[in-house]
């Protein structure tokens, strides 16, 4: 009986060293990968800070006011004002549904033949912000 004890005991001991083993080697992977993902992320950031510092030199104004100049031909970009910003009564938003569930003479669709002064006056002023006398920043 006392040869079985020890056997099992035996057993245990080694059960218990072939688990802290495995333990103490899944651990040290766990920890080679965390320093590799580590070592990854602050590349990462570093690529990340280089791409902001490059963002930053491609926006500047100065660069950005240059390149509407050069391709002012092919892209209309002038200096944003407040003559370009309508107003909301400039809109012309669709009438209110009739109440009329019969489709009486208010019902469907109503064409819009008010005239619009609004619209026309942004017209005019979008062909004027698009000359080149206003990409110089003179008046026309």
Do not use: C, H
Request: no cysteine.
């Amino acid at each position: 009986m006392r040869n079985l004890l020890y056997a099992l005991t035996a057993l245990a001991v080694m059960g218990l060293v072939f688990w802290a083993y495995r333990e103490n080697y899944g651990t040290q992977k766990a920890l080679k990968q965390v320093t590799k993902l580590q070592t990854e992320i602050a590349g990462l950031k570093e690529n990340l800070g280089m791409q902001r510092a490059e963002w930053a030199f491609l926006n500047r104004p100065s660069r950005l006011r240059e390149l509407a100049l050069l391709n002012f031909d092919k892209l209309k970009l002038v200096p944003m004002s407040p003559n370009q910003f309508g107003d909301v009564s400039q809109i012309p938003f669709a009438p209110p549904p009739s109440s009329d569930p019969a489709g009486g003479p208010g019902a469907g669709p109503v064409a819009n033949t008010g005239s619009n002064t609004g619209a026309a006056d942004a017209g005019g002023a979008r062909a004027v912000l698009n000359s080149p006398s206003a990409k110089l920043g003179q008046k026309p």
